[in-house]
């Protein structure tokens, strides 16, 4: 039976209302008194040295209040980098500037070189058209493995090279790997590429900033997943102002994934110009902007190969990656190819032996840091890929031989650096192949045929760390933050909670589940509890959201919280009932003395927390807990998904007919959000495998930078979903046993869209083992014309 | 700057505007009715659809002055008069059809359009319907379920809630 309520109840989502009714408020629907309008000037050449700036035509144009270049940031921090990436020789990454407007070149198109702040938006763009930039041209750095060359044109003069890290995880010793795979009976080699994409939530970026003479205080309103990240970094590295006197404020966020975790340059601008204007600021990214200034994602070119053994065990698996970081260290960027994804290479899978390798890269492109899935996605899609090919190779079932080398143990200590304290590979695979009808395959395959159409099945498991992390082990790797997180619980004196979090809610409906959790624990109705999120001012600190860590490790900050709570409400009801503290239960909102009918009401007890006449004297009056959690270990979500395209020969047009994910969330709180989630990750894999992609040309002009231009999956393009999360091994290191789910179908669907098209492919009689994403219909046709 | 009139929601409005002034602009900034969204520059997420004339219209594609003298319908009008939900959001909250929220006041506003004219869609129908209005959270499974459900058609039998 479904719940009705609490932990396990798919509760209509109750931030629904005011989305529904045009009452969200969002960055860009705040104005504040007196705002002048800030427009940046970006560079539409991707690599050149700039000779000049003239701004005096400019400055005496209708409106214009002020005009920044380069210059006036000389003295102010540059943005910084969150994660110091150590080399395989030891050394640490390079890290060069990146100033909040150009300074001596400009890096990549749209690499802001001056911000117009004016009256009006249009004043302030009609000013910059009369900016007067001489650049010298530079050849543009775009292609990676040329970049590596010695005597390479240098995106970064200062730089060595255009290497960031040429970094190792796994097997050391070259000698043993080498081999592993001389021994080895047989060895799959796969070369591909993993797209760029951009993140493209439906809400452009925005900032607006205030200053107070009077007080002496900021505040910054953004479009963030996790304000007090915002704030430290912009305060401690950037403008060098004290915490206490800046407040961030992420109010409701059109969605983020991932690409609204990092500091941006406009954000400490328009920060920076609210005091040196004395006037609020205020910027609106247009979405041809956000093309050119939102971090992207993805973008790796890799080899890889997998040695088995006579038995088609996987006995050995290596990896060279080239990883694009655009020009400039996004937040995040130097985690993403490194303990985001070489930690993920062992999967699924129990080969013994590993060896990653990872070269990052500057290029003159926007810089690439997390999107949804952010490292896991292209440890997935290789590793996927290559055990597809090995079985096409040797002629087994692509299921079989998973299943085969399926790690079936737990704990599990990979070869690559983590710890799976749980999980069922081959119980989930068993779930999609009942979920997915995969014994009627043969059957919709001769339906297809006998359309015309080439019918494909593609198979697809994946394993993910979520839940960032145990803050001490992510410091050891580098992280320049602690990834722990914060909730206060407040009891009013009627029994109505606040709960303030540290993690923000942009789509993944904290507002609903979060007060699932505490109802539970309390017995009281959902409607008591209300979240509070995305307000410095208001939470006591937060790591915010990304990673699918929100439930896993801030909601266990919750359940740290209200469980002091009870235990302190307890003391008091105690006393109320004049028993002992060990005999009080808490059940349906009621604290009862074992074995008798005593009791009192929650409500009771919190009126007394705060009305404490008949009260115990050593406890405090009031009733407000706060908890910080730091998670044991990640959290290691799973699953197993298939894929059914049709190929239309005649176009070479793929479309997916049928999707199945069969996931291992562990404990699930609310059904109907976790199903919503996977639903979401699996367009967006679809869209990476089908559709999207994020184009240079050689002299680094963007070439997709519109939704002109860059194929947004549209509903046309996708299908039904079918998802099963009834296979569930609980977390065992969290209080509610839960493992993440937000990304989950972003890494686990490409690879089974591109083994669905390659197995069309090939049951239409033509052998092909590799197809780039995105298969565009053009790439189809010319592998099968080829 | 001109003069333009307009009915928004059944209330007369005015405000002077520049030429190049959007409909969505004086929306949102002159009339700070801050529920019709702008996504993109290209008249593609269609975030920002409202109704002219009875018509779904991209508003970030039309000037401020053609509206001059129309009736416009917002997402702020789309409640019933109690305030409560009607049956195209009710629809949405209980098939989980929007997470963000951002591109949802185009949909609903284009959903209202869509089943103006064809009361009962097949999913095929609704799909191409909205090849106008992008959503990057749900994978469109919930919106397509939601407005079949919204026309009156059984979806308890689409894979999976």
Known sequence: MPKDSGIGASSKRREDVRFLTGAGNYTDDINVRGQAYVHFLRSDIAHGRIKSVDTSAAEGMPGVVKIFTGKDFEGVGGIPCGWEVTDKHGAPMQEPPHPILAQGKVRHVGDPIAAVVADSLEQARDAAEAIDVDIEVLPAVMNMKAAAQDGAT??????????????????????????????????????????????????????????????????????????????????????????????????????????????????????????????????????????????????????????????????????????????YLSTFSSSVPTWLHGTLMAGNYKTPVIQVNVKAMFTNTVPVDAYRGAGRPEATYQLERVVDKAARELGVDPIALRRQNFITQFPYDTPVALTYDTGDYNGTMDKLEAAADLAGFAARRAESEAKGKLRGLGINCYIEACGIAPSNIVGMLGARAGLYDAATVRVNATGSISVMVGAHSHGQGHETAFPQVVADMIGIDESMIEIVHGDTSKIPFGMGTYGSRSLAVCGSAMVKATEKVIEKAKKIAAHLLEASEADIELKDGQFSVAGTDKSVAWGDVTLTAYVPHNYPLEVEPGLEETAFYDPANFTFPSGAYACEVEIDPETGQVSVEKFTAADDFGNIINPMIVDGQVHGGIGQGIGQALLENCAYDENGQLLSASFMDYAMPRADDLPFYAVDHSSQTPCTHNPLGVKGCGEAGAIGSPPAVVHAVLDAMNSGGKAVDQIDMPVSPSRVWAAMNG | MTQVSMTVNGKPVSGDVEGRTLLSGFLREHLSMTGTHVGCDTAQCGACVVHVNGEAIKSCNMLAMEADGADIGTIEGQANADGSLNVIQ????????????????????????????????????????????????????????????????????????
């Open chain 1, 154 to 327: 240098l995106v970064h003069d200062d730089l060595k090279n255009n290497i960031c890290y040429d970094w190792q995880l796994g097997e050391a010793d070259d000698a043993k790997v080498n081999e592993v795979f001389a021994n080895a009976a047989h060895v799959t080699t796969l070369d591909l590429v993993n797209n760029r994409l951009v993140a493209n939530p439906m809400e452009p970026r925005v900032a607006v900033a205030e200053y107070s003479r009077g007080t002496e205080d900021y505040t910054l309103y953004t479009t963030s997943q996790n304000p007090h990240v915002i704030r430290l970094l912009m305060c401690a590295f950037v403008l060098g102002l004290p915490e206490h006197k800046v407040r961030v404020v992420a109010p409701d966020v059109g969605g983020g994934f991932g690409t609204k975790i990092f500091h941006y340059a406009e954000e400490a601008f328009c920060t920076f110009a609210a005091k040196a204007c004395n006037r609020p600021v205020k910027w609106s990214s247009s979405r041809s902007e956000a093309f050119m200034s939102d971090a992207h994602g993805r973008d790796h070119v890799s080899t890889i190969e997998l040695a088995l053994d006579a038995d088609n065990n996987f006995v050995g698996l290596r990896t060279n990656t080239y990883a694009n970081l655009g020009a």
């Open chain 2, 90 to 161: 009710q629809a949405f909250q209980d098939h989980h059809g929007l997470q963000c929220g951002f591109c949802t006041p185009g949909m609903v506003m284009s959903t209202a359009a869509l089943l103006k004219d064809n009361p009962r869609p097949t999913e095929a129908e609704i799909r191409k319907y909205l090849e106008g209005n992008l959503c990057r959270c749900t994978g469109y499974h919930n919106i397509v379920k939601a407005i079949m459900a919204a026309s009156g058609q059984d979806v308890s039998q689409i894979a999976a809630e």
